[in-house]
């Protein structure tokens, strides 16, 4: 693959507002990650593939969420620990609005009716509500970015 290839990948990323692009072929390696808008970071590879290697799929950010929160499902104390999805597809936001304070962080304490989060889709702000009685343990998504429907969003140790 040639710094032109390359280029093509990383425009392609952008206007399809991908995130992530992992690529193998004959012992060459590629992965590209983007954070929000930022410059993409590479990483290449000249590590040797495995003989019966296909190339990597295309990671999405919820799947890479999935797989982060799949390891982390029981709590310091040993509890499980239940997750709150994004119903929607959207723009993840932690607070009303830049200056104002978050709806949850890790230690705040939600009921059923507590609002956690907002999610924002074609202009509409969605408040999501916790839909659990716990404790937030871990927050899952970086403020401001784009989530998926299903996505794992908080971690919650169920009271």
Do not use: W
């Not at 692009?21 to 060459?28: A, D, L, R, V, Y």
């Amino acid at each position: 693959m040639d710094i032109e290839q390359i280029k093509t990948v990383i425009e392609l990323m952008k206007s399809n507002e991908l995130c992530e692009f992992e690529m193998e072929e004959e012992g060459f390696r590629i992965a590209i990650k983007r954070r929000n808008a930022s410059e993409p970071q590479v990483i290449v590879s000249a590590a040797p593939a495995p003989a019966a290697a296909a190339p990597a799929p295309v990671a999405t950010p919820a799947a890479t969420a999935a797989a982060q929160v799949a390891a982390a499902l029981v709590g310091e104390n040993g509890k499980k620990l239940v997750e709150i999805k994004s119903p929607i597809v959207g723009t993840f936001y932690r607070s009303p609005s830049p200056d104002a304070e978050s709806f949850a962080s890790v230690g705040t304490h939600v009921d059923l009716e507590s609002t956690v989060c907002i999610v924002e889709a074609m202009k509409v702000m969605n408040e999501i509500k916790a839909e659990i009685k716990g404790t937030i343990r871990k927050v899952l998504v970086e403020n401001a970015t784009p989530v998926q429907f299903g996505q794992p969003l908080f971690l919650v140790e169920q009271d």
